[in-house]
């Protein structure tokens, strides 16, 4: 098994909750780490019909039958059990008594809310991300083929092709998860939509659009990013404000958690084809982005993360905040430098000066761009 590097922050968890629950997209690795983590602890999975039957007959009956806890996987698939799980963890004095596991951040959200608030604790578990493989000696000094392999534990662990594997993948997602969330009859347009989506990685949101291409209206476009959002199949960046200018775009803009997905999609199979696609340096965007994002949530951190734009065209790819610092971030696939690729950083810190800049290339080499700009190397995205 790979080591997940939020590990630390699940023990930690464990610790201060007497539940847990480990969210992320379906084959993220949430099975494998619950089961790991907590190897004393019984595993019962709600995708086996007969197990999620017999838990929706009597859930309080069902739960008796673990007095110590248990990982229950897929919970969200048995609603009714979050009103008997509440009961038995108010009256729990140990830590991570049960471990909940879902891919469906919508549903199980809304139920943690309900009943559950409180009481457990949240992680968010990703692909394997590269400073994950990096740590496993499984990284490679080729960002091409980290950006079209993605991250799903899987392909690494079996030398997988990354289209075929995702092919099964976009069956299983559309077929199963998508349903559960909405009741979506016209899987051809929503087939449609997933692709659309695809080719606006990196881009501002124009959800008018989006629904003219699909021949859908806007509402049934924003119902169905929230089912990409929920079953992390997509992440939106928002728009970072500091008061710089009434004339700062409004929209957010839309990002693949795992670009292996994204490069399926798109029709993209081989190193060559990515390399020499005209959409190349979105999708290195896409992955550094969501490599950070990687980072933060293995680590415990949930701040929402934003990007820079205003109408004149002045643009910063991603604004963090880190260790109580606003740090501005420009990422250019390229891998020679130029003056021009920090002239959104420039502009942005001339007008918010507390703020941190960096730029992030495809180049091998740290390079001090200017006395306020370092340029690192796109290997060292773990770094961040």
Known sequence: MIKRHIQEEARLLSTQFRSISIIGPRQS???TLGKWLFKGKPYINFENPDVQLAA????KQFLKQYPRGAILDEVQRVPDIFRYLQEILDNAKQSGKFILTGSNNFLLQEKISQSLAGRIGYLQLLPLSYAELKAAGLAEENVLKHILTGGYPEIWDKK??????MASYVQTYVQRDVRLLRNITN???????????AHHAGQILNRQEL???VGVDTKTIQSWLAVLESSYIIFLLQPWYNNLSKRIIKSPKLYFYDTGLLCYLTGITSQSALQNHAQYGAFFENWIIAEIQKNRFNQGINEPMYYFRD?????VDLIIRKQETTMGIEIKAAKKITSSMTAGLRYWQKNFKNGQTLLIYGGNKEVQVNESTTAISWNTVDEI
Do not use: Q, V, Y
């Open 29 to 31: 690795g949430k099975t």
């Open 56 to 59: 929706e007959d009597n859930p």
């Open 160 to 165: 997988l092709l990354p289209h075929k594997w």
């Open 187 to 197: 899987l051809a347009a929503f087939n449609r939509f997933i692709m659309l989506c």
């Open 211 to 213: 629904a003219r291409d």
């Open 311 to 315: 109408s004149a065209g002045n643009e």
